[in-house]
């Protein structure tokens, strides 16, 4: 059954009571107040209290200034510290990409399910053996693929390699600049959704897409910045913010990123997360660029929290004019 947590939706066991969702959001032991349809739960009476579909629980807590520790990233229930997610292509090779995965902090990793690795031999590398996924929530992707077909099938594939539901979908449309086909993506999330995948969505920067595959049923809406690997940084940051407004789940800006100022500006507008590659493997010293990339993002999320002062026309005297000597 669904509850609506947070002003997002999350799927509980029918019959869960609030201590099992606690637990199932990392919060077990937290300092928290909590409430359910308006009316506060004391603490020590979560375990009786047993939900209900369509039940709207409030969860809060004291933060101090928003650490990552303290302000997590929360997708299908699962908790994250860090609100980078990032790629493994285009690294030189797997130690560079084993560096600056751990330089970047990300706890979520993206990977393309390709048949490339068949017939590998057993004393070549394998990805996940520097990536773990002890250590990292191995998120694949259906990157490359053209068709509702091709990316259902590859989902199917997915979840029988890793064990789990949690997908990146994305159904290209055009060879040249790797836009979303919109049709395409509807369709495939919604037969995903209707199979009990978890699904994190690629989409363009559409207020009205976005809303609509939210309404699928997708955990995380995914607007791309600007062109995958185009590095221009966010171009239409009003799409983004009012995508963000009238979102339930939570927002990652994926594709176009190209600098760590980019990512503050994804997390200024309110933005849950920022995925990223190409921005990191491509540059001139990746492992530092990870380390950037980082810091940026929890810039950029502080800030939002911290709430920026109004723009101005004019100046406003930052130091007092009383006791002025004339």
């Given at each position: 059954?669904?509850?609506?947590?947070?002003?997002?939706?999350?799927?509980?066991?029918?019959?869960?009571?609030?201590?099992?969702?606690?637990?199932?959001?990392?919060?077990?032991?937290?300092?928290?107040?909590?409430?359910?349809?308006?009316?506060?739960?004391?603490?020590?009476?979560?375990?009786?209290?047993?939900?209900?579909?369509?039940?709207?629980?409030?969860?809060?807590?004291?933060?101090?200034?928003?650490?990552?520790?303290?302000?997590?990233?929360?997708?299908?229930?699962?908790?994250?510290?860090?609100?980078?997610?990032?790629?493994?292509?285009?690294?030189?090779?797997?130690?560079?990409?084993?560096?600056?995965?751990?330089?970047?902090?990300?706890?979520?990793?993206?990977?393309?399910?390709?048949?490339?690795?068949?017939?590998?031999?057993?004393?070549?590398?394998?990805?996940?053996?520097?990536?773990?996924?002890?250590?990292?929530?191995?998120?694949?992707?259906?990157?490359?693929?053209?068709?509702?077909?091709?990316?259902?099938?590859?989902?199917?594939?997915?979840?029988?390699?890793?064990?789990?539901?949690?997908?990146?979908?994305?159904?290209?449309?055009?060879?040249?600049?790797?836009?979303?086909?919109?049709?395409?993506?509807?369709?495939a999330a919604r037969i995903l959704v209707q199979e009990g995948f978890e699904v994190m969505v690629y989409t363009n920067d559409d207020p009205v897409v976005a809303k609509k595959l939210e309404d699928l049923g997708c955990v995380a809406v995914m607007p791309l910045a600007a062109p995958?690997?185009?590095?221009?940084?966010?171009?239409?940051?009003?799409?983004?913010?009012?995508?963000?407004?009238?979102?339930?789940?939570?927002?990652?800006?994926?594709?176009?990123?190209?600098?760590?100022?980019?990512?503050?500006?994804?997390?200024?507008?309110?933005?849950?997360?920022?995925?990223?590659?190409?921005?990191?493997?491509?540059?001139?010293?990746?492992?530092?660029?990870?380390?950037?990339?980082?810091?940026?993002?929890?810039?950029?999320?502080?800030?939002?929290?911290?709430?920026?002062?109004?723009?101005r026309r004019y100046a406003s005297a930052s130091s007092p004019l009383d006791g002025i000597f004339f």
């Amino acid at each position: 059954m669904e509850v609506v947590v947070n002003g997002q939706v999350r799927a509980v066991r029918a019959g869960a009571s609030l201590a099992e969702l606690i637990a199932q959001l990392g919060l077990s032991g937290a300092k928290i107040a909590v409430e359910r349809n308006r009316r506060i739960v004391p603490h020590g009476r979560y375990a009786e209290e047993l939900l209900q579909a369509g039940d709207r629980i409030e969860i809060v807590r004291a933060i101090g200034g928003g650490e990552p520790e303290d302000d997590p990233l929360i997708i299908a229930g699962r908790v994250f510290g860090s609100r980078l997610l990032v790629g493994t292509g285009k690294y030189k090779d797997l130690a560079q990409t084993q560096a600056a995965i751990e330089a970047s902090g990300a706890e979520i990793v993206t990977v393309a399910i390709r048949r490339t690795n068949l017939g590998q031999r057993e004393d070549e590398p394998n990805l996940l053996d520097v990536i773990s996924p002890e250590r990292y929530l191995i998120l694949p992707n259906t990157a490359g693929c053209y068709t509702v077909e091709d990316a259902v099938r590859t989902c199917h594939l997915a979840r029988e390699l890793l064990g789990h539901r949690l997908v990146k979908l994305e159904v290209l449309g055009d060879e040249k600049t790797l836009y979303p086909d919109v049709v395409g993506t509807l369709e495939a999330a919604r037969i995903l959704v209707q199979e009990g995948f978890e699904v994190m969505v690629y989409t363009n920067d559409d207020p009205v897409v976005a809303k609509k595959l939210e309404d699928l049923g997708c955990v995380a809406v995914m607007p791309l910045a600007a062109p995958i690997g185009s590095g221009l940084g966010i171009r239409n940051p009003y799409n983004i913010r009012t995508i963000v407004e009238n979102a339930r789940v939570p927002i990652l800006v994926d594709a176009g990123v190209g600098t760590a100022s980019d990512a503050a500006i994804a997390m200024e507008l309110g933005c849950d997360g920022v995925l990223m590659n190409t921005a990191i493997a491509e540059a001139k010293n990746p492992v530092l660029m990870a380390q950037a990339m980082k810091f940026g993002v929890i810039a950029g999320r502080k800030a939002y929290l911290a709430g920026r002062m109004p723009r101005r026309r004019y100046a406003s005297a930052s130091s007092p004019l009383d006791g002025i000597f004339f």
